[in-house]
């Protein structure tokens, strides 16, 4: 069964640093999606990337963060200069159309300390 | 926006028991919902979805019902098992891809 897998499965990182998470989507998909959790929350929405560009994004998605599709299988979340309050669950998820299913990965634990 | 914290609505079923679980949207121009699931240190697993032009939808032991009147959204689980023991959100999207999701409701199995 196709999957969206996700690395590294747990980051740990220093204040102000910049990471990068990584996806592979489903072969197939044509969206793309970054979601957080925070410990104990519910998922939230931080963009959509189709067609190659940001299709939306929340007001959690600042200057900090980017997205990028470099090659025709990997789409990955930049925190530039992580602060404390970015620790959290990241999700990546694609879809194949819209309003279709979301496939989510299995995340990416992010400890800024 | 809204936070759930780490006290979640919990469900205690006996395991053969059937499960219900209700979920509030706000959107009235939503048109597409899903349900899924979390296990501990996993991603959401899709479930099933509605459509906002059905009221009814069933899977295998489970079903889905829509509410738009009152902007409910429901979702009942047939002969409870060990292995449905997760946290379960209901999602809403209007136009766009874009998923809010609900707070999340804790189901605990008693074996």
């Known amino acids: 069964e196709p999957e969206v897998t996700q690395t590294p499965s747990h980051q740990v990182t220093q204040m102000g640093q910049e990471v990068i998470l990584r996806c592979v989507p489903i072969?197939?998909?044509?969206?793309f999606y970054w979601y957080r959790q925070i410990l104990g929350q519910k998922v939230e929405f931080l963009v959509s990337f189709y067609n190659n560009e940001i299709s939306e994004k929340s007001e959690i998605f600042d200057d900090q963060f980017s997205v990028e599709r470099p090659d025709g299988s990997n789409f990955t979340l930049k925190i530039r200069s992580t602060k404390l309050e970015d620790s959290a669950m990241y999700f990546c998820a694609s879809s194949g159309g819209m309003n279709t299913e979301a496939f989510f990965g299995q995340g990416t634990r992010l400890t800024v300390v | 926006g809204e936070s759930v914290g780490l006290h979640l609505p919990t469900l205690s079923v006996q395991e053969g028991d059937n499960s219900i679980i209700n979920c509030a949207y706000s959107n009235s121009a939503s048109d597409y919902f899903i349900w899924y699931k979390q296990e501990s240190g996993k991603g959401p697993q899709f479930i099933i979805d509605i459509r906002s032009n059905m009221d009814k939808r069933q899977g295998q032991r489970v079903t889905v019902l829509l509410n738009k009147t009152v902007k409910h959204l429901s979702l009942q689980i047939a002969a409870t098992q060990p292995g449905d023991s997760a946290v379960y959100f209901c999602a809403e999207t209007h136009g766009n891809n874009r998923l809010a999701f609900g707070k999340g409701n804790q189901v605990v199995v008693i074996p």
């Open positions: 072969s197939n998909h044509l969206y």
